[in-house]
């Protein structure tokens, strides 16, 4: 149980990265051109926490409930596999 809540944490904490680069990518090309915004939203990618207040800034609206579902699977995951570790002491050992 510990291993699937780090796989759950871990697949939509990448997807929720990607959908940030994409949209960071989209928005610094307006001002940069392409090449350049992609190497600076690799550079400069707002944290997890960060991101939906950013992006209701710049685009006047709130993450889609997609990124913000993602976001609670993904402490979901976090919280399933701290749990699952504390119940069966499954991480004891190491």
Do not use: K
């Amino acid at each position: 149980m510990v291993n699937f809540g780090r796989i759950l944490a871990f697949i939509s904490g990448s997807v929720i990265g990607l959908y940030q680069w994409g949209m960071m990518i989209d928005w610094l090309s307006e001002i940069f051109g392409s090449i350049i915004a992609f190497w600076l939203s690799s550079m400069l990618m707002p944290s997890i926490i960060i991101f939906p207040f950013l992006h209701r800034w710049i685009e006047g609206a709130w993450p889609s409930t997609t990124y913000l579902a993602l976001f609670a699977v993904m402490y979901g995951g976090v919280i399933l596999s701290i749990a699952a570790n504390r119940l069966t002491g499954e991480l004891d050992e190491y």
